[in-house]
């Protein structure tokens, strides 16, 4: 069964230092996005991509966090600098489209522990 | 903009009891989705939901999502452990001109079921 990849699964930083996440969509999923999830609370939008072109990043903290999806398929998520309110789980999901009849489906997450 | 509460936010049964879980929008929900969470990981997903009235069930679990399209229950009959996690609900939600396919979630309900 085709499944969403993320790499890696956890990481610890120090505070100030660069992280990048790492997502491979179901193929031949047009749409992906990424979430955050803060322990407690349900996920949240940060980017939306449809094939390489950002449909939504109004929730991007631009001036740290940075997205990608050169060709389309893979995506990476950046944060520069980390700062303890990064601390989250980072979800990447994946759709056929946009018309919001499709399923989102999620991969494994990324836990983030900012020290 | 919209936002979706459930209720409860946590919830201990007894293995074999029934048990319902809400999820209400502060607006006409267009697409309700029901996720399930292990702790540390992915989401899971469960249903989907679009018109009014409707109800799909898998396996012991069932959801529906009333006429006036503003509230969706989760059932889940003959409770076992392997229902145990964290049950979200996502909507779609509106961005600009149109949907973007974006989701919205609940906080969450967390499910414990004793042996």
């Known amino acids: 069964e085709a499944e969403v990849a993320q790499s890696p699964r956890y990481k610890i930083t120090e505070k100030s230092q660069a992280v990048a996440f790492w997502c491979d969509p179901i193929s031949g999923h047009a749409t992906l996005y990424w979430y955050r999830q803060i322990l407690g609370q349900g996920p949240e939008l940060l980017v939306q991509?449809?094939?390489?072109?950002?449909?939504?990043d109004s929730q991007l903290p631009k001036d740290r966090f940075s997205a990608e999806r050169l060709k389309g398929v893979d995506s990476t998520l950046k944060i520069q600098p980390a700062e303890l309110g990064d601390s989250a789980m980072y979800l990447c999901a994946s759709s056929l489209g946009t018309s919001g009849k499709e399923t989102q489906y999620f991969g494994p997450g990324t836990r983030l522990l900012v020290l | 903009s919209q936002e979706l509460e459930q209720s409860p936010q946590s919830l201990i049964v007894q293995e074999g009891k029934n048990l319902t879980i809400n999820c209400t929008s502060s607006k006409t929900l267009y697409g309700l989705y029901w996720y399930k969470q292990k702790y540390g990981e992915g989401l899971i997903f469960l249903m989907m939901l679009q018109k009014g009235g409707e109800e799909k069930s898998h396996e012991k679990i069932t959801a529906k999502l009333d006429e006036k399209k503003q509230q969706s229950s989760l059932h889940i009959t003959a409770s076992q452990p392997s229902h145990a996690g964290i049950y979200l609900c996502g909507a779609g939600a509106s961005h600009g001109s149109g949907n973007t396919g974006k989701l919205i979630f609940g906080q969450g309900t967390t499910l414990q079921v004793k042996p």
């Open positions: 991509f449809q094939d390489e072109s950002v449909v939504d």
